[in-house]
């Protein structure tokens, strides 16, 4: 699809901005990367081979029983002797093993024709977000050969979690801003188009839900439904809507009696065509500079909310969680180190990419 002369323009605006351009490219990477966690960091093989049938445990629940094993829950395909029965297709009993057979496979040294009927391609960090792990050593344990990054209090491994944490913070995110910035951009072009008794009304309304404090809110639902995604996610637009209203209030307010509007308005085109097809694009630029804002606000509420406990369900990969695992864990300095550089990273590519996104949206600056 051919883009427009303006956004062209907006475009080479953007794409001249080096700073802004090469932080979409890394975030984008980093952001597609996550969006594949599964098949980076999972406690399943990606692909078995098992009799000659290719089966892919990610996606799918296979028992135990699907590979010669006794029982009918998921396979732990970690364990020594799922292993054993998939590598040698059943034929070797493998959970009887009075000759040390499982030794001998993974010392490479056991000498069978019937056996290697099968293979497993595992991801390259062989630990999802909540896969606990049998140490040696106390945990949190220092970053090694087999946890890059170290385990948390929880023996799970911290590279895997902040994958997962990162999807989620930006999915979460994306959610979020975007269903507060529609209804913020709604309720702020009604007030300032229309004006008069409706927006005084409107304006002493969102005075008041400004003054809730919405911590105490979010504390109080949750006590009463319990911790879930959906209603976090609910109560985050509830009280993160209002962030735009005010902004697009003005700019509707200075632009209702410009004379393409009052021309529009002779012409008899309907108010909302004229709002949200002529006025709202003008207002696009002091919108966009409040979004970096309202973004890395988000995140750090999610963040905040997690850390005080009435974030996202315990069993979730949280950014905010581990950081209060550092927090308790002074001895632990990856755990801290780790998430500090998850955020500002993550935090500052998203400011400079919409710090882009808003100069190439302002007519004024053009980059060469």
């Known amino acids: 699809m051919m883009l427009s002369p303006l956004n062209q323009r907006r475009w080479r605006n953007f794409r001249n901005n080096s700073r ?93 024709p019937d056996f290697m009927k ?27 050969a087999t946890h890059w990054l170290g385990t948390d209090e929880g023996t799970r491994d911290v590279l895997a979690r902040t994958i997962y944490g990162f999807r989620l913070s930006i999915l979460f995110t994306i959610v979020v801003v975007s269903f507060a910035s529609v209804i913020g951009i709604i309720a702020g072009a009604v007030q300032g188009f229309f004006g008069g008794w409706l927006d005084l009304i409107f304006q002493r309304v969102l005075e008041i839900w400004g003054a809730t404090p919405s911590l105490y809110v979010i504390i109080i639902m949750f006590a009463i439904f319990g911790r879930s995604i959906g209603m976090l996610v609910f109560l985050m637009v509830l009280f993160g809507w209002p962030a735009l209203v005010g902004l697009v209030r003005a700019e509707f307010l200075r632009a209702r009696n410009f004379e393409y509007v009052r021309a529009a308005q002779a012409l008899g085109v309907s108010n909302w065509t004229i709002m949200f097809r ?91």
């Open 20 to 112: 802004a351009y090469w932080s979409l490219v890394i975030f984008t990477f980093l952001f597609v990367l996550s969006l594949f966690a599964e098949f980076i960091a999972n406690d399943k093989p990606i692909l078995v081979n098992y009799r000659g049938e290719y089966r892919m445990p990610i996606f799918s629940f296979y028992p135990e029983t699907a590979f010669g094993g006794d029982f009918r829950t998921e396979a732990i395909y970690r364990d020594d002797e799922v292993k054993c029965l998939i590598r040698s297709g059943g034929v070797i009993d493998c959970f009887d093993d009075p000759v040390g057979i499982i030794e001998q496979i993974n010392a490479g040294t056991f000498d069978d």
């Open 118 to 144: 099968g293979w497993m391609i595992w991801p390259i960090i062989p630990f999802s977000y909540d896969t606990p792990n049998t140490l040696d050593r106390p945990a949190p344990s220092p970053p090694d």
């Open 278 to 368: 002529h006025m709202l694009p003008n207002a696009m630029v002091a919108t966009l500079t409040m979004l970096p804002f309202i973004i890395t606000g988000t995140i750090g509420g999610l963040a905040t909310l997690d850390f005080l406990g009435y974030g996202l369900p315990a069993s979730a990969p949280s950014l905010g969680e581990m950081t209060l695992q550092a927090k308790r864990n002074l001895q632990a300095p990856w755990l801290a180190f780790t998430n500090f550089f998850t955020f500002a990273i993550m935090l500052s590519l998203l400011v400079f990419i919409f710090e882009g996104v808003r100069d190439a949206f302002d007519p004024r600056k053009t980059f060469q």
